[in-house]
């Protein structure tokens, strides 16, 4: 099967600029997730899909981030305006559904350097 | 909230076995634990996960005690490519009635020839 499909892989920005990823999860995967890496550490979740309905977004910074799962397939992460703390490493990742013993597939990310 | 400490870092000759132990004090009755492996400019990989007792499957074995608050990462025979950095992950329910994943900074596995 295919795994899951991220892009772009690397994006450089300057900032207050806007930037947007994309992520084509797993078929069939109802829940998809968004996470953000720094350098050194574990990811951290950033908003949870089920289907097309965002059921956990409590650490989504609203006031610059945005996302959307149109659909409940594919989904866009966005940041308008970017700053310098955001560059890191965005990965998507989709599970058959939100229950814990589902495990997650992730795709390789997004590397996002804002200057 | 069920929150997971492992070590930072072990280091293993080829051919050696490692066990990684993660704990978890406060797992919630109904969460799996779950590992993943992580290489340098990929995504976090699913390695294993069990409920209780011990699982096995081609890649590595989970062992889990009775009481369910620490969970081992057994790998057979570590070779170069199994450098990586391993997480251990439970579930993570807040009051609120929300449930996340949450990833800790993991083990970093160095193998060395």
């Known amino acids: 099967e295919a795994g899951v499909v991220q892009s772009p892989r690397y994006k450089i920005i300057e900032k207050k600029q806007p930037v947007a990823f994309w992520c084509n999860p797993i078929s069939g995967h109802n829940t998809l997730y968004w996470y953000l890496q720094n350098l050194g550490q574990g990811p951290e979740l950033l908003i949870r899909y089920e289907n097309e309905e965002a059921v956990d977004d409590s650490q989504l910074p609203k006031d610059r981030f945005s996302a959307e799962r149109l659909k409940g397939v594919d989904s866009t992460l966005k940041i308008q305006p970017a700053e310098l703390g955001d560059s890191a490493v965005y990965l998507c990742?989709?599970?058959?559904?939100?229950?814990?013993?589902?495990?997650?597939?992730f795709g390789n990310g997004t590397r996002l350097t804002v200057t | 909230l069920a929150k997971t400490t492992q070590p930072i870092s072990m280091d293993s000759y080829e051919g050696q076995e490692v066990n990684i132990t993660c704990s978890h004090n406060n797992i919630a009755t109904n969460d799996y634990i779950t590992w993943y492996q992580q290489f340098p400019s990929q995504g976090p990989r699913f390695i294993i996960q069990g409920y209780k007792t011990k699982v096995t499957n081609e890649v590595a074995s989970l062992f889990i005690p009775a009481d369910r608050k620490s969970s081992t990462l057994s790998l057979p025979r570590v070779s170069l490519s199994d450098t990586a950095v391993y997480y251990c992950?439970?579930?993570?329910?807040?009051?609120?009635?929300?449930?996340?994943?949450?990833f800790g900074k993991g083990t970093k596995l160095s193998v060395i020839p």
């Open positions: 992950l439970v579930g993570d329910s807040s009051g609120a009635g929300s449930y996340q994943l949450t």
């Open positions: 990742a989709s599970s058959l559904s939100g229950q814990n013993n589902s495990p997650l597939h």
